[in-house]
């Protein structure tokens, strides 16, 4: 079912087989997913598809910065002729799939009402807290953060999301296709290929896989070489980062682990497994320090050096 998946999310967005798998991962981890690249790129394509082919309630919200955060949550409204009462209506919130396309385009305020959403799966409107739908997965899209009239992701919002999946440019060969397989761009028709119940035996699945202890003992350290005030920290890590990833980051190392031993047909999660999901883990939970941006350094930059640093068994 999974193969199926990937198979439907290839047919949209062409030869991003990488960021494909990484967002298969992600929902199989029952994580949330924030998608960053270049407008045009397909980001917004990906996650409709997904919402298809998941057969799953669908909901898109275009952040604008006039945009409040009772427009995505919901708001009571006074309804009635006779007897007037206030009655919550709901926002685009409630549905299993929420695409928040553009969402650093959003002021923080706005943005930091998706919190309790995707850590809780619930949202509190006047003091009443009303649970989500079962699953919820929040999608979201970002344009690069020095494009004009965009904001930064609070960093406890980043946090939330399992991964930030860097969506690359496409090229002459991609662009061919493109043009000359689909007219104005339309996508190919899909018919779902998962419904709820089918979903729900893979999450059963994908909690079936086993985290040996030497692999929870490597993100462990992987996790606590982030911080640089730690010995087993790095000379990039020292160096580069200001703050390193928090326990959320093990969290998700060891989902998207287990995800990634399902995909490969195999029973326990695996070092490779950790190592493959690092990057996409990692990269939006590092707060990189000044020096970073002087010698032009990013957190994938840090995170590769991380990954070489670390071994896997500790050395004796």
């Known amino acids: 079912m ?19 798998e990484q967002v298969v991962v992600a929902v199989l981890a029952r994580g949330h997913v924030l998608l960053e690249g270049l407008p045009g790129l397909g980001k917004t394509e990906l996650c409709k598809a997904l919402g298809r ?13 006039d945009l409040l955060p009772g427009d995505i949550t919901g708001t009571y409204v006074l309804e009635g002729e006779a007897r007037r009462d206030f009655v919550f209506r709901e926002g685009p919130l409630f549905a299993s799939l929420v695409l928040a396309d553009e969402i650093n385009r959003s002021s923080p305020k706005t943005q930091s009402a998706l919190l309790e959403a995707m850590q809780e799966r619930s949202v509190t409107v006047l003091g009443q807290t009303r649970p989500l739908p079962d699953p919820f997965f929040v999608l ?11 904001y930064p992701l609070p ?20 662009l061919r296709t493109l043009l000359t397989t689909r007219v104005r761009g339309a996508p190919p028709a899909q018919e779902p290929v998962l419904d709820a119940e089918g979903l729900a035996r893979l999450f059963a699945a994908v909690d079936r896989v086993h985290l040996p202890g030497p692999v929870a ?5 992987l996790v606590e070489a ?10 990039p890590v020292r160096r580069f980062v200001r703050f390193g990833a928090s326990p959320r980051a093990a969290l998700a190392l060891a989902a998207a682990g287990r995800a990634l031993a399902l995909l490969a047909g195999r029973p326990n999660v695996g070092f490779d497994d950790v190592v493959a999901a690092a990057p996409a883990a990692l990269n939006h939970r590092l707060v990189l320090a000044y020096e970073a941006s002087l010698e032009k350094v990013s957190a994938p930059d840090v995170v590769r050096e991380l990954l070489k640093a670390i071994p896997e068994v500790p050395r004796g």
């Open 2 to 20: 999974a193969s199926r998946l990937k198979a439907g999310l290839n047919q949209v967005m062409l030869d991003q087989e990488g960021v494909v």
């Open 53 to 65: 082919l998941l057969s799953l309630p669908f909901r898109r919200i275009q952040f604008t910065p």
């Open 140 to 150: 979201a899209t970002q344009n690069p953060i020095e494009l004009e009239g965009t």
């Open 155 to 174: 960093e406890a919002q980043l946090d939330r999301f399992l991964f930030r999946i860097l969506v690359p440019p496409v090229g002459a060969k991609t």
């Open 217 to 221: 003992d490597f993100i462990g350290r």
């Open 226 to 235: 982030t911080d640089p005030r730690q010995a087993s920290a790095p000379e």
